[in-house]
């Protein structure tokens, strides 16, 4: 009896503390403030507590954040008239001027939740023949083009993993860097992505 008793109060308070955990947004709703394109846009603003980013070239809007260990999530609604848009959710980002280096989960029709490593080789996850086969049955149909499609990015340490709408999609180590900027990225070619719900809780 006597054990059951420590494992349920063990459990109550563990309970009150994932309670307590407290989110930080990455957008106040109502402004960019905190973010910095590095490349000229078309349009970059606020509208309706939603992110609005436009742009004719590639360009990261990067945040004033630096964060290691973090949970991220957000929510991205791509043009559903382009096809072939690139958008990503940069994480552990370094350098203060132009293109960053980092991490970036991927959002678009392809290879959305990948891991592409900007300045470090490429492709992270899936990677190689077979973890590609293994990916693109994991994601069918998982990814909704024209709608709301909810990201979330856990990086502790060297490990890095992504979900898409709920669903676990990558899981990989990689170390190459432990802290940084977030971002939010526009390929170019037009059209305007939307972001909504953006939040980060720090990790220890």
């Known amino acids: 009896f006597r054990t059951a008793l ?15 955990v407290e989110w930080t947004p990455l957008f106040d709703g109502k402004t960019t403030k905190g973010w910095t ?38 929510e991205v609604k791509i043009p559903a008239d382009h096809k072939g848009f690139n958008s990503g959710l940069g994480f552990r980002l ?45 994601v069918k149909g998982l990814f909704k083009p024209a709608e709301w499609n909810h990201f979330r990015v856990e990086a502790k340490g060297p490990r890095i993993r992504t979900w898409l709408n709920g669903k676990l999609i990558a899981e ?20 305007t992505v939307k972001f909504r719900n953006l939040r980060v809780q720090a990790l220890k």
């Open 94 to 138: 370094i350098g203060d001027k132009g293109k960053p280096k980092g991490y970036q989960c991927e959002i678009d029709r392809a290879k959305p939740a990948g891991v592409y490593g900007i300045g470090m080789g490429g492709w992270l996850y899936p990677k190689g023949k077979e973890q590609t086969a293994a990916y693109q049955k994991k």
């Open 6 to 20: 420590l494992l349920w109060i063990t459990a109550g308070l563990s309970l009150a503390a994932d309670k307590k």
């Open 37 to 74: 394109p590095r490349a000229k846009v078309e349009t970059f603003k606020a509208v309706e507590g939603e992110l609005h980013l436009n742009s004719k070239v590639n360009v990261w809007v990067v945040s004033d954040l630096q964060l290691g260990d973090f949970v991220a999530e957000l």
């Open 172 to 191: 990989l180590e990689h170390k190459q860097s432990l802290k940084g900027r977030f971002g939010i990225q526009h390929h170019g070619k037009g059209g």
